[in-house]
């Protein structure tokens, strides 16, 4: 659930308290705020501008060239290409020195000869998503209503200067699928009122019920239906504050009416559906089950098949809506619609999620009929839409409401002691103190003499024994101001040992590097058995195997990890990453059990990183899984026992593959697969790891060492060498870390040159050498010799030189 805190405001007085210490505070009673987002916090200097005049480009078919009055005087030109630019328009306007998501700065331009002198934006381009933005700015800038104010500030008229809260909802609390239901929240959080909205519409003569009737042959599904009757409508775009409160919330905008059902959706948590009454092709609505094989289009123009076990509204022939999840395409309000029905109704959130499962429609309004709205709600929010469609749509309400069924949910009662809310939470909490918290939540409560009798509101569903009321003392009072105890017992809890912690470790990191933890089967082919052994012995075979594709023991997880990236690639999943932490087993003896070693092992492929909004997309190669591996063992504290040494192993690239060693001994392997092997496999480029866990992980880290922030500077040489194509980076780096000395505190490999400009058979590899003394600073004359040395030693002992 996204919360705007804007919005938020009209119903709880949040004076005094930001954005941020309302999301902590929400989260320490109990309901997890996964975010706050602010997005006028990258955009900066964007304002509304008024288009005066709009020119074809002389030299560019699809630009124009724009006046724009930015409040400021005379107007400024800016070029611009979108397709619905026109003079006339009130438009956002990025000036000069404006920074957009991205950190995109405009500056002054010029576009086939013409001066451009900022930049007319469109929505996207203030990082609101192509798929809530209205349809007609889809594609193109975005036009204001004619009452803005020229020169005001756009993100404030666009409400991108709110703070929105993602809530991380959990099942029970549906209550928080609303405003109203947060605003309760908060004002128990805060020990605030809640401000209601009091919807009341100014009536015609005319009855709704001459022009519908309603009846509900399904109600166990449908205990209570309400319609409500509005002449007159004017469809059009609804005000630009709620297209933004719905665009905040995660919602496309459309028309006035479809966005006014929206908007109670979001403030009552009551799913609204609006008919066009032309196009009911009756004057009655009748709620059924569906006829097994009965057929309806709904809005998204797809024809779906139903079973008597989906829940429909009728026109008292044929289908016009799935109830609870999406309307009929012959019902729908368009814009020659002047007369609309709206439907406020209960129904059974089992059946609402047997048509949303079926038919794989899960809607904002489905996902809150089967959580559970609150039955006292759907009368007060078909009168607020009432309204709303009265002041924005021009519409005149028919007098009454069509009512069918009946729904008698009497707020549950739930008496409780005092002693057993001290006793469940450890606290001496007192009778004052209880009723307190009671009252914030706007539950009724009497106390006779030490138990409380507390009567429960409807919206709080998920309230219905007495460890409920225990709960909701507990998150307002504060979780961290309940006392703390030690376990009673005889045995000491157990603990994990340093392998076991080290494990843990790794798994962490590898699934917040973006991996995906596989468990696949130890049993393989013959062929497969020993394909990328880092130690390979003889298979080892099952005596009595239930196929040939299952009968070897593994000597290796990779093969077992590309079946998995492979399956999931075949299947659209094209950007993968697992790992696997399991058991490979080497065989000894004729008459031994096998040896048992836990591995480690990755496969990855794909696109490592994707910003579309940047346009920036990029793949995984060999240096992405080197630091993935590299992070593991940087964790660990091993990094400066490992090296990567340059390799040939079947199964993997000739030239993209190396072992790993720790001390002098193989631990592992990393590279890409062979192309062969990715071909077999129909797979694109894909990167592979495996190590000897057990052997990385039963090895004692090196201790920390800290060492105290240097006071003096550090000085820093560049160097080029020219070297023979088959010297190794790293073979240079170890002979200047050596040659430097002990004032050579760091190598860094920063550039790599094979091109026209250099000799055959040569390449030219750059390096950052610093220089430093923890105890005095350097002077030139000392740099220069160590320098000397280390120009000295690479060019003894691998023939390089210097390049010019």
Partial sequence: MFVSYKWLQEYVDLSGIDANDLAEKITRSGIEVEGVECPSDEIKNVVVGYVVECEQHPNADKLNICQVDLGEGDPVQIICGAPNIAK?????????????????????????????????CSLQELGIEGKITPKEYAEGIFVFPNDVEVGSNALAQLNLDDHVLELGLTPNRSDCLSMLGVAYEVAAILKKDVKLPHPKADESNEKATDYISVSIDAKEDNPLYIAKVIKNVKVAPSPLWMQTRLMSAGIRPHNNVVDITNFILLEYGQPLHAFDYQRLGSKEIVVRRAHQGEKMTTLDDVERMLSSEHLVITNGQEPIALAGVMGGANSEVQNDTTTVLIESAYFNGQIVRKASKDHGLRSEASARFEKGVDPNRVHAAAERAAQLLQQYAGGEVLQGSVIAGEMNREPKKISISLEKINRVLGTTLSTEEVTAIFTSLKFENVVDGHTFQVTVPTRRGDITIEEDLVEEVARLYGYDRLPTTLPVGVAI???????????????HLLEGAGLYQALTYSLTSEEKSTQFALNKRESIGLAMPMSEERSFLRQSIIPQLLESVSYNVARRNDAVGFYELGT???????????????????????????????GEKKPVDFFVVKGIVEGLFKKLSIESSIEFQKAKLDGLHPGRTAKILFNGEVLGIIG???PQLQKELDLKDTYVFELDATYLLEKEASPLHYEPIPRFPSITRDIALVVDSSVQASELANIIQT??????????????????????????????????????????DEVVKAHEKVLNAVKEQVNAELRG
Avoid: C
């Fill in 88 to 120: 006339g328009q009130k438009v956002v306007v990025a000036k000069v020195g404006a920074v957009l998501p991205g950190n995109f700065k405009i500056k002054k331009a010029k576009l086939r000869g013409e001066p451009s002198n900022g930049m007319i």
């Fill in 493 to 507: 809890p157990g603990g994990l040992t340093k392998y076991q912690e080290k494990r843990r470790v790794v798994r």
């Fill in 584 to 614: 490979i087993f080497l065989k000894n003896n004729e008459n031994e059990l096998p040896e048992e070693r836990e591995h480690l092992a990755g496969a990855i492929t794909g696109l490592w990183e994707t910003h579309e909004w940047q």
């Fill in 672 to 674: 890409q697969v062979h």
């Fill in 739 to 780: 040659a430097g000395g002990k004032l050579l505190k760091d190598v860094h490999l920063f550039d790599l040159y094979e091109g026209e400009h250099m000799e055959l058979g040569k390449k030219s590899i750059a390096f950052s050498l610093t220089y430093f003394d923890p105890e005095r600073t350097l002077t030139d």
